[in-house]
């Protein structure tokens, strides 16, 4: 069993940037090597600023190369409890960049020719009781009344049409969404960049921020850098040179299996449509079927850091879940294991803007694939000069009380998600 990214392991050739010089000036200074720093610097070397992208380890490292590899449509608060914090015009409008976000993967895929296995296979919320399933329901209503937006609900009786398990009481189907292989992704964004002209940087941790003649002065471990701008594209691995946001952003522990290459008889009942499948769980399960026909399964198995001791441990807790919602896979091997951190705010809400001279694009709550790509272009644009691209510059970002550095309150988090899952 091998303790990393499934999608970091089978991205195939790719290009080393450790050795590319740090630039000694340039327009912008983007910090973070995932999905939101690969397309802003497409997106700016477009406009035609130059562009150093500024990464800790290597491209993809992060969040970006140990996710599901899901690409949804969807809130991470959902939008009935939009439609209820924000009001109806609004709720609309956040549900709708979510849909405009995987068009956006869409269109990169086909002008840079990506090859990441990108399908319109369509997302799957499974009812894990019947409230949940009732509550689906509602919201397919809301959905109809107030976006014009169809989606399909599934009942317990046709369950089986949509998931060869036991477990679920109902569920909803968006045809939109999609799935990729987002290590070839990632990888295909940052040599977009570097085609396009963007010095691409690996191995280069940004240690320090200054403001510096009405710029910045970025000290890196590989050099030092003056940028006009500076965007801060780190998620939950957001750290101190940028402490007012680490303060606001909470890193949760996300861990995930992939099992051997499956039987097509197996996968086919698995999930006949290859949908990209969640519950309705706070201590959520997602899962999907590999472009090589294996099964990803994953969750919030522990509310814990990603380190090798909770990967194995989150790893197993993973394999008898999996084991109970599909008792036909006893005995199937396990052939990766691994955890990232994803990257949460207090409202569960995005957040992107500017805060003393610094831009930033952060907290997808676990929607990151579409919403981190989409917001690297969207930031470009903002940056730029372009006010309405600021599309959740209104919600106000409020920092985590007493959060000052690690997460010490996971736990807490994690006991008071269980709570809530037992009783509802």
């Known amino acids: 069993m091998k303790l990393i990214s499934y999608w970091q392991d089978t991205a195939g050739p790719t290009t080393d940037y450790r050795n590319t010089p740090v630039p000694e000036r340039v327009d912008v200074a983007v910090v973070g090597g995932g999905l939101t720093g690969t397309s802003a610097a497409v997106a700016l070397r477009k406009q035609g600023a130059s562009v150093a992208l500024l990464e800790q380890h290597t491209i993809g490292w992060g969040a970006s190369g140990r996710n599901g590899g899901m690409a949804t449509t969807g809130l991470a608060i959902g939008f009935g409890t939009a439609v209820r914090r924000y009001g109806a015009d609004r709720a609309v409008r956040m549900f709708g960049a979510y849909n405009d976000a995987i068009d956006h993967i869409e269109k990169l895929v086909a002008e840079y020719g990506i090859d990441c296995d990108f399908e319109r296979s369509g997302k799957l919320t499974l009812a894990c009781r019947p409230a949940h399933y009732e509550a689906m329901l509602r919201t397919q209503q809301q959905l109809q009344d107030l976006a014009d937006y169809q989606v399909v609900t599934v009942p317990e009786a046709q369950i089986h049409d949509e998931i060869g398990s036991d477990h679920y009481h109902g569920a909803t189907v968006d045809p939109l969404a999609a799935g990729l292989h987002v290590g070839k992704f990632v990888h295909g964004l940052a040599r977009a960049a570097t085609d396009l002209g963007a010095a691409v940087c690996e191995n280069a941790e940004v ?14 471990s590989r050099g030092t850098l003056h940028a006009d701008q500076v965007l801060i594209a780190t998620s939950g691995y957001t750290g101190k040179a940028t402490p007012w946001l680490q303060r606001r952003v909470i890193p949760v522990g996300s861990f995930i299996i992939v099992t051997e290459p499956l039987a097509q008889d197996v996968v086919d ?3 006949p449509h290859r949908r990209q499948a969640s519950d309705t769980k706070n201590l959520i399960y997602y899962f999907r079927i590999t472009p090589d026909n294996r099964l990803l399964f994953g969750g919030r198995a522990k509310f814990a850091m990603s380190r090798p001791d909770s990967d194995l441990k ?14 036909y896979l006893a005995g199937t091997r396990v052939d990766y294991t691994w955890g990232g951190l994803v990257d949460l705010s207090m409202d569960q809400m995005v957040h992107a803007g500017e805060h003393n001279g610094i831009h930033y694009s952060l907290c997808y709550s676990g929607h990151g694939v579409q919403m981190a790509t989409y917001m690297g272009e969207r930031m470009a644009r903002y940056m730029a000069g372009d006010r309405s691209a600021h599309i959740w510059g209104e919600l106000a970002f409020p920092a985590v009380p007493g959060h000052f550095g690690p997460p010490w309150f996971l736990p807490l988090i994690g006991a008071g998600a269980r709570v809530l899952d037992a009783v509802r």
């Open 314 to 327: 989150s790893g197993r807790i993973l394999q008898r879940a999996m084991v109970e919602l599909f008792p």
């Open 207 to 220: 240690t320090t921020l200054a403001r510096r003649g009405g710029g910045h002065l970025v000290q890196t």
């Open 269 to 271: 009942r698995i999930l």
